[in-house]
């Protein structure tokens, strides 16, 4: 099957003439040619991104994923391939209701009426490793029933072990695939598909951010029934709501267009800053509104979050070290921003910071004072990463959904609201924050953090300090002394053997010459 699946790739990659990619190394370049006299009848008038593009698509839902995946590396792709790549779409045809209805009763045992009182067997919705179909329960709950493709599993296995030996080829055979790391790059796209494998994680993550944004007016997490889930099979609270692609549709329903862009840039720094745990596939597919009125009367719009498979999580070392850059950044100290990344140690320690701030001012200068709409933050990454590889700064694998995660941002933004000043809608956010985690605030919250591990620990003290104070320390460094120093006289005792045997030596010489 392997075998077959192979000969499939390699012949889709010629027919699309990825093999490009790989003789314009030097040393396969004399095969270009003769490959090009057999393939003749190939038609490669579309640019090399365009057809890789085709190729990904061509070849089924796993290497489109992996082609999305890819998109976000834009510290590894030539600019052309990441741009094109980033149009990838997930549109996959939905398999037969037949097997959902067998893995489901596999899953619980027993016949699909006994679990649900109504299932519609025509999924709403269908993605590379599992669609989505509408049920009721035996209490009237509606829910969605979110189902794993029969098989994908080994599937993905098949095909990631041939995207490994494809690594390989680009490492030998492309002048930049050792650069590019797509080995490192493989086994990042296997860990996120690792993740959505197994449903009960996802429902977990789901799970999480619902906590997190408990009673919240800007952000809706469907709830999970823990009862009807497994690694396969995930039911959650069915969401209502208009696709946030809908603009036309979100102002016909009277809601605040520009409010609902400012709300979604707090709903990101809230995740990022103060939960450290974030939805890192915020593509418009995933994202709902939900038209409510508030006490006023008004009409606002609520965002709800769909699919958590992919999630993004950042230590209190990686907040701090995010939340200074930006606030350095908004405020344009830019001299603040390079010593960060020296203090960091991302940057060589005998970078100097004076060239170091000029290449970031460069790059940064142009983007403020200009609306959404007139800028590109994969350009402004794109060129950002072209300036730290320079300098030798290390791209932390941590950031790299981060970065993913603000290319969505933007692409919401300017469906929603082209005029968005973003940075007037997070710089006092970040300030409110920075304020909390190194004010009387965030001093209090450290404190009450730490108070049980102390309220354990003070008790004991005076118990431990009398351990401490008993125990035989002289008597003991006695001993280490006494025995250094019966090591030292049986060092000098061999010492005076030696020197005795020589003498000895020496005379004997001696005699012999007389």
């Known amino acids: 099957m392997r075998v077959l699946r192979l000969i499939r790739i390699l012949s889709v990659g010629l027919r699309y003439g990825l093999d490009e990619f ?38 089924g839902p796993i290497f489109v994923k992996f082609g999305q995946v890819l ?54 919705a269908s993605a590379s490793v ?67 494998l197994d449903l ?26 823990w009862d009807y889930c497994s690694t396969e099979v995930m039911v959650m609270q069915r ?10 549709e979100l102002r016909a329903q009277g809601i605040d267009i520009p409010r609902l862009a400012r709300a979604g840039v707090e709903i990101f720094f809230t995740q990022v800053f103060r939960h450290g745990f974030f939805h890192a596939d915020m593509h418009p597919g995933n994202i709902f509104v939900d038209a409510v009125k508030d006490a006023a009367g008004n009409v606002r719009g609520r965002y709800i979050a769909l699919d958590f498979g992919i999630m993004g999580t950042l230590t209190e070392v990686d907040q701090n070290y995010l939340a200074q850059n930006f606030l350095a950044f908004f405020n344009r100290d830019y001299r603040r921003v390079a010593q960060a990344h020296l203090d960091a140690g991302w940057v060589p320690p005998g970078t ?22 007139e800028i590109s933050f994969g350009r402004f990454l794109l060129r950002l990463f072209q300036t730290s590889r320079r300098f030798g700064v290390e791209i932390q694998p941590q950031l790299v959904m981060l970065q993913k995660t603000l290319l969505n941002i933007e692409g919401l933004g300017r469906q929603l609201d082209p005029d968005l000043d973003l940075w007037q809608t997070a710089k006092p956010f970040l300030e409110r924050w920075m304020d909390e985690q190194v004010g009387w605030r965030g001093l209090v919250r450290t404190i009450r953090r730490e108070a049980p591990f102390w309220a354990a620990t003070l008790p004991q003290l005076p118990r431990l300090a ?49």
């Not at 270009?32 to 070849?59: D, H, Q, S």
């Not at 100097?352 to 001012?361: K, L, N, T």
């Open 22 to 59: 790989f003789l314009g190394h030097e040393r396969v370049q004399g095969l270009r040619a003769c490959i090009n006299a057999l393939l003749f009848w190939r038609v490669l008038t579309a640019p090399r991104a365009v057809r890789l593009r085709r190729a990904l698509e061509a070849l």
């Open 130 to 196: 599992a669609q989505v179909h509408i049920a009721r329960l035996r209490d009237g709950t509606e829910v969605a029933v979110k189902v794993l493709r029969p098989g994908i599993a080994t599937v993905i296995a098949n095909d990631l072990a041939l995207l490994d030996a494809g690594a390989t080829l680009v490492e030998l055979g492309w002048a930049d695939g050792r650069r590019l790391r797509p080995h490192e790059v493989v086994a990042e796209f296997s860990k996120h598909l690792e993740v959505e």
């Open 200 to 225: 009960l994680r996802e429902a977990s993550n789901a799970s999480l951010l619902r906590r997190n944004f408990k009673d919240s007016p800007l952000l809706l997490v469907p709830e999970i029934y």
């Open 352 to 373: 100097r910071v004076d060239e170091f701030e000029s290449a970031i001012r460069a790059v940064c200068e142009p983007i403020f004072a200009r609306p959404l709409k």
């Open 71 to 124: 998109s976000t590396r834009r510290d590894l792709l030539p600019p052309d391939i990441a741009d094109e790549l980033a149009k990838l779409q997930d549109r996959v045809p939905p398999f037969p209701v037949e097997q959902a209805v067998a893995m489901l009763e596999r899953v619980y045992g027993r016949p699909l009426t006994d679990v649900f009182a109504e299932f519609d067997r025509t999924p709403i």
């Open 466 to 514: 009398h351990r401490l104070l008993a125990e035989d320390h002289p008597a003991a460094l006695q001993r280490a002394l006494e025995r250094l120093a019966e090591e030292n006289a049986r060092r000098n005792h061999l010492l005076g053997a030696l020197v005795a045997l020589l003498a000895a030596v020496a005379v004997l010489l001696a005699a012999s010459q007389l």
């Open 239 to 248: 969401m209502r709501g208009t696709p946030v692609s809908g603009v036309a």
